[in-house]
């Protein structure tokens, strides 16, 4: 079903982009709040939100695109963020950065603007910045970058009015105002880009389709993806020709093209990070908390902690809803015994295995499910999670797997699918192979839900310890497999793990809410749909006589019973 308006009217179309974990999802609850939709990329797996925002007589279509730290088009989450710029063309991008990790934020700033984007930057976390002792100057930074710079704290919801109003100022002026001076790089890598720059320039066809610089970087950095796209448009294969003789020469003079441009970029940013930030270097809570987190004998015994914790919190505190939902509907599946006057037609719906009393089987599981995945929003929301993937990289190292392997491993505790689609993350192909045939052994949520009631219904009290070791034990298994995998068919080292670990935050209810009704829906629609059609099966052969095919109200005598013992044997 697509998502429409709920206006009509011409709409300011906007993006927002930026890395993992600075605010990108709070910021779009923020502007959206009841007014959004999620969905999938098409042909992706990767998460679509979208919503609107109104100020007045304007509206404003939001895209939340996937979070990045480029535009290098080597993840799925990329070629997303940056096939949405280049084609639907989105009258504003806004770049969402964290300002207590300015220098790393602003390459993603700086590739945008390349790309020819109308960039608006949304300075999150300014007062994490302020607690670390570092004061940023967002006019400073606005003058330096030649874009408009909006300071935000995205919990508190502040500076989201000042962000509407400079997204529609932006929109209706169409300001194209790119810094010569932020887009020119050391003279060394500048010769190179402009001399293809102006070659692409003349090819009218190209220019219509993509901004002549950032196809002229583009084809030195040897992007595939962009050299097989011109390859199909006129003149485009001249284009590249011209690319490929220049990338040769800049081999010859500075080695790989893509380093040298990487570095060029990192130059920048580093200027102008050096003249818009005075920062004081002290002691933080955050640094505190890391020393203990990260501690190399403590760091594993309380992730694992926090992971029975989890478990114990979402059973206890799920039960007397569980237990609620699951009397109500015995109740009702009782009240309702002989309403229709039909023997076969009230035992179907309202027998001890009936239709009711299973969707009130499946409802009954509903808190525990949406409670386990609200605790886990609010740890990804806290910077905790990105601390477990640090924690355990030591430990995988030595039991063969890659450090980078630990967050497929951590998203196939939600779904293996997109888990193990993941795992492009990782440029090694033996270690790929190996994340890949490890992850299944993950407890993922559709499993989750399964188990979660087999552990409710057989051991009562213990319920989230038996969960809990569950997970243990599907870990341990992934390490052994890993082990196996890399002595036998996998030999070789293990590929270096970097990883940015984000400021900690107070995580919020709203987006943890929010996130714990997206995930849990969808298997919550999933389920009913296939359990009702299993219900009504089932329901049709127990009160079906195995011998008379007439009606019964004993179960052994049905025909589910006679199936259950030619099947027997084989199991």
């Known amino acids: 079903?697509?998502?429409?308006?709920?206006?009509?009217?011409?709409?300011?179309?906007?993006?927002?982009?930026?890395?993992?974990?600075?605010?990108?999802?709070?910021?779009?609850?923020?502007?959206?709040?009841?007014?959004?939709?999620?969905?999938?990329?098409?042909?992706?797996?990767?998460?679509?939100?979208?919503?609107?925002?109104?100020?007045?007589?304007?509206?404003?279509?939001?895209?939340?695109?996937?979070?990045?730290?480029?535009?290098?088009?080597?993840?799925?989450?990329?070629?997303?963020?940056?096939?949405?710029?280049?084609?639907?063309?989105?009258?504003?991008?806004?770049?969402?950065?964290?300002?207590s990790n300015l220098e790393r934020n602003l390459y993603l700033t700086m590739q945008l603007i390349e790309l020819g984007a109308n960039v608006i930057i949304a300075l999150n976390k300014i007062d994490l910045a302020e607690k670390a002792g570092m004061e940023i100057d967002p006019q400073k930074l606005e003058e330096e970058l030649g874009v408009p710079v909006v300071p935000t704290i995205a919990p508190k919801?502040?500076?989201?009015?000042?962000?509407?109003?400079?997204?529609?100022?932006?929109?209706?002026?169409?300001?194209?105002?790119?810094?010569?001076?932020?887009?020119?790089?050391?003279?060394?890598?500048?010769?190179?880009?402009?001399?293809?720059?102006?070659?692409?320039?003349?090819?009218?066809?190209?220019?219509?389709?993509?901004?002549?610089?950032?196809?002229?970087?583009?084809?030195l950095e040897g992007d595939e993806d962009v050299i097989r796209k011109l390859s199909e448009i006129k003149d485009g294969r001249e284009v590249i020709e011209k690319g490929a003789k220049l990338r040769?020469?800049?081999?010859?003079?500075?080695?790989?093209?893509?380093?040298?441009?990487?570095?060029?970029?990192?130059?920048?940013?580093?200027?102008?990070?050096?003249?818009?930030?005075?920062?004081?270097?002290r002691l933080t809570a955050s640094d505190l908390l890391d020393s203990v987190l990260l501690d190399k004998y403590l760091g594993i015994p309380i992730f694992f902690v926090i992971l029975w914790w989890w478990f114990q919190m979402a059973f206890i505190g799920s039960a007397p809803f569980c237990d609620m939902l699951g009397d109500g509907f015995t109740a009702l599946s009782r009240a309702l015994t002989g309403f229709t006057g039909h023997p076969f037609i009230d035992y179907l719906f309202f027998g001890e295995y009936g239709i009711i009393q299973g969707i009130g089987t499946v409802l009954s599981f509903v808190p525990l499910i949406m409670l386990l995945y609200f605790i886990l929003s609010l740890l990804e929301d806290s910077g905790y999670m990105a601390r477990a993937a640090f924690v355990m990289e030591k430990a995988m190292r030595k039991m063969g797997l890659s450090g980078r392997t630990i967050i497929p491993m951590i998203m196939g505790f939600g779904c293996n699918v997109p888990a193990i689609y993941a795992t492009r993350i990782i440029p090694e192909r033996s270690d790929r192979m190996i994340a890949i045939l490890t992850n299944p052994l993950m407890l993922c949520g559709a499993r989750l839900i399964f188990f979660s009631a087999i552990a409710a219904a057989f051991f009562?009290?213990?319920?989230?310890?038996?969960?809990?070791?569950?997970?243990?034990?599907?870990?341990?298994?992934?390490?052994?497999?890993?082990?196996?995998?890399?002595?036998?068919?996998?030999?070789?080292?293990?590929?270096p793990f970097v990883l940015e670990l984000?400021?900690?935050?107070?995580?919020?209810?709203?987006?943890?809410?929010?996130?714990?009704?997206?995930?849990?829906?969808?298997?919550?629609?999933?389920?009913?749909?296939?359990?009702?059609?299993?219900?009504?099966?089932?329901?049709?052969?127990?009160?079906?006589?195995?011998?008379?095919?007439?009606?019964?109200?004993n179960p052994e005598r049905s025909l589910v019973a006679a199936l259950g013992r030619s099947l027997a044997p084989i199991f």
């Open 460 to 495: 009562g009290a213990y319920a989230g310890d038996i969960l809990f070791s569950l997970y243990a034990l599907g870990i341990i298994l992934a390490f052994a497999v890993a082990i196996i995998l890399r002595k036998t068919f996998f030999k070789g080292e293990v590929s």
């Open 1 to 99: 079903m697509e998502f429409v308006a709920p206006v009509k009217g011409k709409l300011i179309k906007v993006a927002l982009a930026g890395n993992p974990n600075v605010g990108k999802s709070v910021i779009f609850n923020n502007l959206t709040g009841a007014h959004q939709h999620v969905g999938n990329w098409p042909g992706k797996t990767v998460d679509k939100k979208e919503g609107f925002h109104r100020l007045d007589d304007k509206m404003i279509y939001i895209v939340d695109l996937p979070g990045t730290y480029s535009l290098t088009a080597l993840s799925v989450e990329e070629m997303i963020a940056r096939d949405y710029i280049i084609y639907e063309k989105p009258d504003v991008v806004v770049d969402i950065v964290d300002a």
């Open 157 to 219: 919801k502040k500076g989201m009015k000042e962000l509407v109003e400079k997204i529609i100022e932006l929109a209706e002026k169409r300001l194209q105002v790119h810094s010569k001076k932020m887009l020119h790089y050391e003279p060394s890598v500048e010769r190179f880009i402009e001399r293809l720059q102006r070659e692409i320039a003349s090819k009218e066809e190209l220019v219509k389709l993509f901004n002549p610089r950032w196809v002229a970087i583009k084809l």
């Open 248 to 281: 040769e020469e800049m081999i010859v003079e500075l080695g790989d093209p893509e380093v040298a441009i990487a570095d060029a970029r990192y130059a920048v940013i580093k200027s102008i990070v050096s003249r818009v930030v005075g920062e004081l270097k």
């Open 502 to 553: 984000p400021a900690y935050q107070k995580p919020s209810f709203k987006v943890a809410a929010i996130r714990m009704w997206d995930r849990g829906s969808m298997y919550l629609r999933k389920a009913l749909g296939v359990i009702l059609i299993g219900l009504l099966i089932i329901g049709i052969l127990t009160a079906t006589d195995a011998e008379t095919f007439t009606f019964t109200t």
